[in-house]
């Protein structure tokens, strides 16, 4: 969040946490009948009530920004883009919140989590098949074992893409049959 604000140019301060006490004191002394005076956005307190999960009607959300064709990494509910502010940030009607750059960091940690469960199955596929052909027989065994050589392609293609973010073989697109 502090970096996404940094980058979007709204910061006035950069400062270490054990100064950031005094800055605050000094401002609020500097600028209190202005912050008296300032009144908060509509949109702002109807976000605050979404994240306080005070509000939570598609109706209301709506008020404050627009439906995206984007899911909640969270609990999967539709994504509300934020309209107002340089930074771009989406909400959930449940209040779940994201900057761009964290949706995108939470959707590639729940997509890498969808590929660990896949390698895991891909395994237990191959344990059965490994058992199968133990106990069969000629042509039968045969078939399986063909299986499980598929199966190991796969595995070791998988692996090496969540290790190390990368095909073995250097492509995305190689098929094995
Ligand atoms: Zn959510």
Same mark, same amino acid.
């Given at each position: 969040?502090? @970096?996404?604000?940094?980058?979007?140019?709204?910061?006035?301060?950069?400062?270490?946490?054990?100064?950031?006490?005094?800055?605050?004191?000094?401002?609020?002394?500097?600028?209190?009948?202005?912050?008296?005076?300032?009144?908060?956005?509509?949109?702002?307190?109807? @976000?605050?009530?979404?994240? @306080?999960?005070?509000?939570?009607?598609?109706? *209301?959300?709506?008020q404050v920004g627009r439906q995206v064709p984007l899911s909640c990494p969270d609990c999967g509910g539709a994504l509300w883009e934020m309209q107002q502010g340089a930074v771009l940030r989406y909400r959930c009607h449940t209040g779940h919140a994201f900057t761009a750059d964290s949706l995108l960091d939470s959707s590639h940690h729940a997509l890498? *989590?969808?590929?660990?469960?896949?390698?895991?199955?891909?395994?237990?596929?191959?344990?059965?098949?490994?058992?199968?052909?133990?106990?069969?027989?000629?042509?039968?065994?045969?078939?399986?074992?063909?299986?499980?050589?598929?199966?190991?392609? %796969?595995?070791?293609?998988?692996?090496?893409?969540?290790?190390?973010?990368?095909?073995?073989?250097?492509?995305?697109?190689?098929?094995? %049959?």
């Amino acid at each position: 969040m502090p @970096e996404s604000a940094l980058r979007a140019g709204v910061v006035d301060y950069v400062i270490p946490l054990d100064r950031m006490g005094g800055v605050l004191l000094d401002l609020i002394a500097r600028s209190g009948p202005v912050l008296q005076k300032s009144v908060i956005p509509d949109d702002l307190i109807m @976000e605050a009530s979404i994240a @306080e999960r005070v509000v939570g009607t598609t109706q *209301e959300i709506n008020q404050v920004g627009r439906q995206v064709p984007l899911s909640c990494p969270d609990c999967g509910g539709a994504l509300w883009e934020m309209q107002q502010g340089a930074v771009l940030r989406y909400r959930c009607h449940t209040g779940h919140a994201f900057t761009a750059d964290s949706l995108l960091d939470s959707s590639h940690h729940a997509l890498e *989590e969808t590929l660990w469960v896949a390698l895991r199955m891909m395994e237990e596929r191959k344990n059965l098949y490994t058992s199968m052909a133990s106990r069969g027989e000629g042509s039968w065994s045969v078939q399986q074992e063909e299986r499980i050589e598929e199966i190991k392609v %796969h595995i070791n293609r998988l692996r090496e893409f969540l290790i190390n973010g990368k095909d073995p073989n250097g492509t995305t697109t190689a098929h094995v %049959h």
